[in-house]
C-alpha cells in the first residue's frame, strides 16, 4: 500500500516564524503535492512538484516555498507565517501524469494554527 | 475552463436510507479522469474510484456505486443502505489527459445518523 506520511499532524506556531511541513511518499512515485483545505473552499493547490528540484506554482502559492531535494520527501516551507495561513494542509503523492493509474494518495494532514 | 460543482454542501440521512452525492464537471478535454475520495472524520482522503473519459461503465462495489454520464457531465455516487460510517466529506475530483493538475469539488459532507 502507497503510505504518505506527514511531519506532524497538529502545529501551533506564532506569526512571523518559519514553518516547515514535511512529507513523504514511499511508492516511488514522480508527482507530489501540496494543499490547503479550508471550509467551503475544498482542496486548493499550492505547489506541485513532478520530479526532484523541479516544482510549479499551483493556485495559491504566495506566502509558500518548497523544496524537494529526494523524489519522497517534498517539503512546504511558510517563510514567515500569518494567521491568514493557519488552515489544513495536506500532502499528496501520484504517478506521472499520462498513467491510467493515476489517482492521489494523501497523508493525513497537518492542521497549522498560527497565533 | 475545467471545474467541478458539488452543489449539496451538506446532506443528512437516517441509517439504512440511500443517498446519492452529485458531481458535475466542465472541461473541453476528450481525455479525462474523475475521482472520487472520502475524508472521514480523521482528515485523510481515501480514494474510493477512478474513471476515465472513455469508460461510462457505471461500477458497483458493496454498497457503492457510481453513474457517470458523459451526455450530462455528471459522475454521481451513491450509498446503499447508508451506515453511520459513512458520515464522512466527500469530494470529487478532475484530471485532465497529459496534465499534472487535478480540480476538486469544495466537497458534501454526509452525516449519517443512527
Known amino acids: 500500500d502507497v503510505k504518505v506520511t506527514q511531519s506532524s499532524r497538529y502545529l501551533v506556531k506564532r506569526t512571523g516564524e518559519k514553518v516547515f511541513l514535511e512529507c513523504v511518499q514511499d511508492?516511488?512515485?514522480?508527482?507530489m503535492f501540496w494543499y490547503r483545505q479550508d471550509p467551503g473552499l475544498g482542496l486548493r493547490l499550492i505547489y506541485f512538484?513532478?520530479?526532484?528540484?523541479?516544482?510549479e506554482k499551483g493556485d495559491i502559492p504566495e506566502g509558500y516555498s518548497v523544496s524537494r531535494e529526494k523524489k519522497e520527501r517534498f517539503s512546504l516551507i511558510l517563510e514567515s507565517a500569518s494567521t491568514n495561513q493557519t488552515s489544513m494542509y495536506l500532502c499528496?503523492?501520484?504517478?506521472?501524469?499520462?498513467?491510467?493509474?493515476?489517482?492521489?494518495?494523501f497523508g493525513p494532514g497537518t492542521r497549522l494554527t498560527v497565533l | 475552463a475545467q471545474k467541478v460543482t458539488q452543489a449539496q454542501t451538506e446532506i443528512s440521512v437516517v441509517e439504512k436510507e440511500d443517498v446519492t452525492l452529485d458531481c458535475v464537471y466542465e472541461?473541453?478535454?476528450?481525455?479525462?479522469?474523475l475521482f472520487w475520495y472520502k475524508q472521514p472524520p480523521s482528515g485523510e482522503l481515501v480514494f474510493l474510484i477512478r474513471?476515465?473519459?472513455?469508460?461510462?461503465q457505471n461500477e458497483i462495489s458493496g454498497r457503492y456505486s457510481w453513474n457517470f454520464q458523459k451526455s450530462t457531465s455528471s459522475f454521481n455516487f451513491t450509498i446503499t443502505a447508508s451506515q453511520v460510517v459513512d458520515s464522512a466529506v466527500y469530494f470529487c475530483?478532475?484530471?485532465?489527459?497529459?496534465?499534472?493538475?487535478?480540480?476538486f469539488g469544495t466537497g458534501t459532507r454526509l452525516k449519517v445518523l443512527a
Open positions: 499528496a503523492s501520484s504517478l506521472i501524469a499520462g498513467t491510467s493509474y493515476n489517482e492521489q494518495f
Open positions: 511508492m516511488d512515485h514522480e508527482n
Open positions: 512538484s513532478y520530479d526532484v528540484k523541479m516544482k
Open positions: 472541461t473541453r478535454d476528450t481525455t479525462y479522469y
Open positions: 474513471r476515465n473519459s472513455f469508460d461510462e
Open positions: 475530483a478532475l484530471r485532465s489527459g497529459g496534465t499534472y493538475k487535478y480540480i
